[in-house]
């Protein structure tokens, strides 16, 4: 068997499109710069027009003097369609001032006479490839950021470096014993190949980080990474939103939009809340993802894309489909590997590792610096279920450190449903562990449960000082210290 071929590094080098009528003029400037770049050329607007449809060009050189139409025109023709593409224009002396009157309009880079010296040639064709690569680096970047959470908006994300580092399996905070250690693993894996991944979960256990950290450990990591919430979208605005739409096509389009298919094309797209999509959208979208190309609304052409998908849902997808309220096909499509984020409740060990890092964060933000937590604000957090995950851990921190007048953030600063638990809370039991309240069993394990609530909610307003608590709750210390062991509280107050 032969050896698989090597990639060819010169299919990495930037693309640029020469166009001009003279044979020799083409030859001469394909010359100059094929060792560096990769090169098509074209001897009129209407190939030129062929080849921008059908790849993607970095720089174009175009002559001013050409038949039927002038290199100013044309150009101002590639700036409406091809906006990234850099544009330069080559003429000679009696031309100048056409042209220095039409470069606004066109968006010229820049001005070469003829006849144009080999060195200067080579230098602004990499000068403007290279302001091209920066460019779509910042489009790309400023497209993530503003269909990211108002959460990963505040990273200060400014290149790709710094994205792959705020964006990689470590930035889901765990620690050493936590069940999504394996979840990365498994993912870390997947993100190496261009399979389609479905990540399930409850809300705000961290999905979406997940799915980023799988974009920058993927090939793909140098295109856009792009979002959309599919549950907060009429099927309509979800339609034009992923798929783009053409002036006119409805009331209200005023300008082409280009859909986030067509902006993340060789990235990844995340589909969050997948399941809460309808079934005439879910014919649309399966159409895009067997098809590999979207029709904008009102457009007469489909536009091929290549997109990796990793879609989320906080549903049961396989139960919805076995009701009919999710698509088979649709579901086999995405779920080309599945994913199951588990919930904070389940990951206790990783509850204080994430609160440390929510409060450095929430006191960099808020302005707060050298921010720590009270002594007996651990046993609280570990105490409780957090249904909301994450996110409701991130709003209690943020609020405890924004109620904290000095440095300590006590238990006290957290909301009531919190410092004292609700009929969803964790107990502790006689082994140190964390249950829910039950809500079955005896009349005596039920009084238990209530018991071991009141007398935890009583040591945590009285600050764990046991003499206080024993006046209030009518025992004495030693039956008090008695209840504290037999409901696993006892020694809590001094963690």
């Known amino acids: 068997m032969s050896p698989p071929a090597l990639p060819d590094p010169h299919d990495s080098l930037p693309l640029v499109l020469v166009v001009d009528d003279e044979a020799r003029s083409l030859d001469s400037i394909r010359r100059n710069l094929e060792e560096d770049f990769r090169i098509l050329t074209a ?15 970095s720089v174009i050189l175009c002559d001013q003097r050409m038949p039927g139409t002038s290199g100013v025109k044309f150009l101002k023709e590639v700036r409406e369609l091809w906006p990234d593409t850099v544009r330069i224009i080559i003429s000679g002396y009696t031309d100048s001032q056409d042209i220095i009157a039409g470069i606004n309009d066109a968006g010229i880079y820049q001005y070469l006479l ?28 400023n497209l993530e950021l503003r269909t990211s959470t108002p959460v990963l908006r505040k990273r200060g994300i400014a290149s790709l470096a710094s994205a792959r580092a705020a964006f990689d ?12 250690n394996g979840v990365c693993e498994i993912a870390a894996r997947i993100a190496r190949y261009d399979l389609s991944v479905l990540v399930t979960g409850e809300s705000g256990t961290g999905k979406e980080l997940l799915a980023r950290a799988m974009h920058y450990a993927s090939p793909r990591c140098e295109r856009a990474f792009v979002m959309e919430n599919c549950a907060a979208l009429t099927d309509t605005l979800l339609e034009s939103e992923l798929f783009g739409h053409k002036r006119g096509s409805f009331t209200g389009a005023f300008e082409d939009h280009q ?7 060789g990235g990844t797209i995340f589909l969050d809340e997948i399941g809460d999509t309808s079934p005439a959208f879910q014919v649309k979208l399966l159409r895009v993802l067997q098809e590999g190309e979207v029709r904008p609304v009102g457009a007469s052409r489909p536009v091929l894309v290549n997109v990796r998908v990793i879609a989320a849902t906080h549903r049961d997808l396989e139960a919805d489909m076995h009701q009919g309220r999710f698509r088979e096909d649709l579901y086999y499509r995405i779920a080309g590997s599945t994913l199951c984020v588990p919930p904070l409740r389940e990951r206790s ?31 609280n957090l570990l105490a409780y279920a957090w249904p909301g995950n994450i996110r409701e851990l991130r709003n209690e921190i943020y609020r405890a450190v924004a109620l904290s007048d000095g440095q300590v953030v006590s ?21 140190g562990r964390h249950n829910a309240v039950p809500q ?17 909610q009583t040591m945590l307003r009285l600050h764990w000082n046991k003499t206080h608590a024993a006046k209030e709750l009518g025992l004495s210390r030693v039956g008090l210290r008695q209840k504290l062991v037999r409901f696993g509280l006892e020694g809590q107050g001094d963690a």
């Open 114 to 141: 003829k006849p144009w010296v080999p060195e200067h040639l080579l230098s602004t064709v990499f000068k403007a490839a290279e302001a091209r690569s920066l460019q779509i680096q910042t489009q790309r970047l």
């Open 259 to 265: 859909g986030l298919f067509q902006r993340a094309d």
């Open 169 to 180: 399996f470590d930035s889901l905070v765990r620690s050493s014993e936590s069940p999504l």
């Open 349 to 379: 060990a990783d509850i204080l590792p994430i609160a440390d890092m929510l409060l450095s964060r929430a006191a960099q933000e808020l302005g707060r610096p050298e921010v720590r937590f009270a002594s007996d604000v651990q046993a």
């Open 440 to 456: 079955s069993g005896s009349l005596q394990e039920r009084l238990d449960a209530v018991e071991a609530v009141i007398l935890r």
């Open 411 to 431: 238990a006290s600063a957290f909301s009531p449903r919190v410092l004292y638990g609700h009929p969803g809370m964790r107990t502790p039991s006689a082994d």
């Open 43 to 57: 001897s009129s607007a209407e190939v030129a027009r062929d080849l921008l449809e059908r790849h993607e060009v």
